[in-house]
């Protein structure tokens, strides 16, 4: 894009304090319109004549910004005939943050000065325009944000006034690489009043939100200049009901505001929080005078639109549910990350590679996606490999893992656009993303090739060099999750080559569609042959290395499928229903087992209640999906000790939430046949006691959706089916039939 404005600076460095930059310049009378075209080094906010300009919040996002660095436009009300004043803050956001501050090589940026350009443009009657760029004239000076950083938070004076404004200086900045804005903005979305304010056993004031969420509480008082309100933030209680930041780990996420005099409100501009409570730490007059109308808490994501819906008879799957959507929201903020609240908070590849499916149903991802695929292109290595986190932004891989291709982590590049495909029915993100997926395949390939005969399919790489069945409830290190390498890598390269063989297909590449579809079907043999005993026994058996094979249909035929799927119901129930798997395992493990026979052992677990299950973490009193299954034990304590990850446990993380992608495609029984619900099918399995279930999903056709109930011995169901769009039905007794555009009932007997 064509750019003219420079890039400025302060003149010197203002500490922790964030920047302000401002220009006065005069309007004429016959301005028609004024179009403001900005981004930072860093996050901003910009106001003109003391209103804030847009609702985008943490501008101008996240991006791989060496490469792609983001501008906004935005529509100004100025006033004409008079003196205006443009002025922008600008924080240290994921710029200059200190991102993934607990490992070696973090941020390299983070000692850069802040830094903004912009073109502000004022368009006349007769069609001529005026351009005002920054440079030398603008000025700078300390803000009322005393300090803003993503994970630490933000301290704020209402009383300051910047006393002494000095000249801006023009420096050295990106301006090849600035793009127009792609990804969805981030805005803030619900507000949530507070459920309760209490005192801990430890004499705390803590106030409840109720659910847990990515955004920032907005504080509303009368206060006297000087006096202080400081919050704290935690996602759950911990021993015996007190305040419990330490999964937090160096993350402070404080929360300071000293007043000015008189009735005040504010909320954090430059930085956001994962949080259900807040600790009151200090408050006028006290923390005890604190009252639940002094808080509201704002929720911040990306603005994407809403496209399914889903209930059932019973409530506890509806409160998964819920959970599954608070998930998703509180970890789109710009890129997927993996947390909004500790200090990590970083576009991780295996979590969306997991999840996609299940958020394409909830959300139209496709402008979100589209833009961070670019970013995940961006980072790719010429030797074909991925960073674990997207954007990598000095931290990609872990000290133990060279920089190369890591199963079910890289495989986001191959799993998220066939999702995005399936969701919308546009080849274009596969043709886009055809040439990363590739490199990355065949990179996969090259690190899976070091053995002899079919071992030279088998990913048997030492388990540091990947994550493995990632936090897997049935062996408590992490070196035993990595040590599962072996099962999960070899999976992945035979799910990548297959859905990389069918893209090819799509696009007419058929010698690598060919060479693709051998790769797969030589890589599930060799997994049979070696890892089997050739009749749908795993030598060494867990729950992640029966799942992957039979749902990714590994074995050669039908009938030892089924007797994999058999081994694995007795491994689970032996289990007590608990589930067993970790990240590469969960989404499918119901799937596996309902698809092949298994459908009671499927329900048993799903609805299962006991530690650890997806409903022990509902009847524990979650409201979003948690990064572990054992995230609190029965007492309400964190359980997590010394396994090797430095305590790391989030109550908001929505990996596990694949089970979503489940709850569509089996229970309410809706799921597309051709990409972009050309077809669907509505196929719902009876189950786990269940009498009724619906689905409303938005296609590019319009929306499909299902209805169904039992009463007595017969079930009904009605299937809206939108126009341009065909759908086979397919009802508990067996019976099928292909039902044309509108609305459709049928009733069949279940005795």
Not at 296 to 309: E, F, L, N, P, Q
Not at 443 to 468: D, S, T, V
Request: proline letters at 5%; one cysteine or more.
């Amino acid at each position: 894009m064509q750019w003219h404005a420079n890039w400025i600076r302060p003149a010197k460095s203002y500490g922790s304090v964030c920047p302000a930059f401002r220009k006065t310049f005069f309007c004429p009378e016959n301005v028609v319109s004024a179009a403001l075209r900005i981004t930072a080094m860093g996050v901003y906010e910009a106001s003109l004549n003391g209103s804030r300009v847009g609702d985008f919040i943490l501008a101008p996002g996240w991006t791989v910004y060496q490469k792609r660095l983001q501008v906004q436009q935005y529509e100004l009300r100025i006033r004409p005939g008079q003196e205006n004043e443009l002025t922008v803050l600008v924080g240290k956001g994921w710029y200059r943050g200190r991102l993934a501050g607990w490992l070696p090589g973090q941020n390299s940026s983070a000692a850069l000065p802040a830094a903004l350009t912009a073109e502000l443009t004022l368009r006349y009657p007769d069609g001529h325009t005026d351009t005002i760029c920054t440079d030398a004239s603008w000025q700078t000076a300390e803000s009322a944000v005393r300090f803003s950083e993503l994970y630490d938070g933000e301290t704020y004076d209402a009383a300051f006034e910047p006393s002494v404004w000095t000249p801006a200086v023009i420096c050295d900045g990106p301006t090849d690489t600035l793009i127009e804005q792609q990804g969805e903005p981030v805005r803030e979305q619900e507000r949530i009043a507070p459920a309760r304010i209490f005192k801990t056993p430890a004499g705390e004031i803590v106030v409840d939100f109720g659910q847990n969420l990515t955004g920032y509480v907005e504080i509303a008082l009368d206060g006297v200049k000087g006096e202080a309100v400081e919050l704290s933030h935690a996602e759950v209680l911990g021993k015996n009901g007190n305040f419990y930041t330490e999964n937090y780990r160096s993350a402070k996420a404080k929360y300071l505001y000293f007043c000015k005099d008189g009735a005040q409100r504010y909320k954090p501009k430059l930085t956001f929080y994962g949080f259900r409570y807040i600790r009151v730490d200090r408050f006028p007059c006290g923390a005890e005078h604190a009252a639940q109308e002094n808080f509201t808490a704002i929720a911040v994501h990306s603005d994407m639109k809403r496209t399914g819906y889903l209930s059932c008879s019973d409530p506890l799957l509806n409160k998964l549910f819920e959970n599954v959507i608070w998930g998703q929201k509180s970890n789109l903020l710009d890129v997927p990350t993996d947390c909004p609240q500790r200090d990590e908070r970083m576009g991780w590849t295996g979590d969306i590679a997991v999840f996609a499916p299940t958020a394409a149903f909830n959300f139209d991802m496709n402008r979100f996606l589209d833009k961070w695929l670019l970013d995940v292109q961006a980072e790719q290595l010429p030797t074909g490999g991925l960073p674990n986190t997207v954007p990598v932004q000095g931290y990609g891989f872990p000290a133990t893992m060279p920089k190369m291709a890591v199963a079910w982590w890289g495989d986001a590049c191959v799993l998220v656009p066939w999702a995005q495909y399936m969701a919308r029915g546009d080849v274009g993100v596969l043709r886009r993303m055809y040439p990363t997926m590739k490199k990355y395949v065949n990179a996969c390939r090259f690190w899976c090739g070091f053995g002899f005969g079919k071992h030279r399919y088998l990913w048997e790489m030492p388990g540091i060099l990947g994550f493995g069945d990632w936090v897997a409830p049935d062996v408590p290190q992490m070196s035993q999750w990595q040590g599962r390498i072996k099962w999960t890598g070899t999976a992945s390269l035979c799910n990548t080559s297959a859905l990389l063989a069918k893209i090819a297909d799509i696009l007419g590449e058929t010698q690598d569609a060919k060479h693709y579809r051998a790769l797969s079907e030589k890589t599930a043999d060799a997994y049979c042959s070696i890892l089997t005993d050739g009749n749908g026994k795993l030598l060494e058996e867990f729950q992640t290395a029966y799942v992957l094979p039979i749902y990714l249909n590994m074995f050669p035929t039908q009938q030892i499928r089924e007797k994999a799927a058999a081994n694995l119901a007795a491994l689970a129930k032996r289990n007590d229903w608990c589930i067993g798997t970790g990240f590469p395992g969960t989404p499918y493990i119901l799937f596996a087992l309902c698809d092949n026979g298994q459908v009671d052992a499927a329900y048993h677990m799903l609805l299962n209640t006991k530690c650890p299950s997806w409903l022990y973490e509902v009847k524990a009193g979650a409201t979003t999906i948690w990064e572990r299954w054992d995230g609190l034990d029965e007492n309400g304590v964190c359980p997590i000790g010394d396994d090797g990850t430095d305590k790391m446990i989030s109550y908001n993380h929505y990996a596990s939430g694949a089970v979503g992608d489940f709850l569509y495609r089996r229970i309410a029984g809706i799921e597309p046949t051709e990409a972009g619900y050309k077809t669907f099918r509505v196929k719902p399995i009876l189950g786990g006691g269940l009498t009724s279930a619906s689905a409303k999903v938005r296609t590019p056709y319009g929306d499909a959706s299902v209805q169904w109930e039992t009463a007595a011995d017969t079930f009904t169901v009605t299937v809206c089916v939108p126009i341009g769009t065909r759908c086979e039905l397919t009802l508990p007794d067996g019976t099928s039939q292909i039902l044309a555009s509108g609305t459709h009932t049928a009733t069949c007997s279940i005795s």
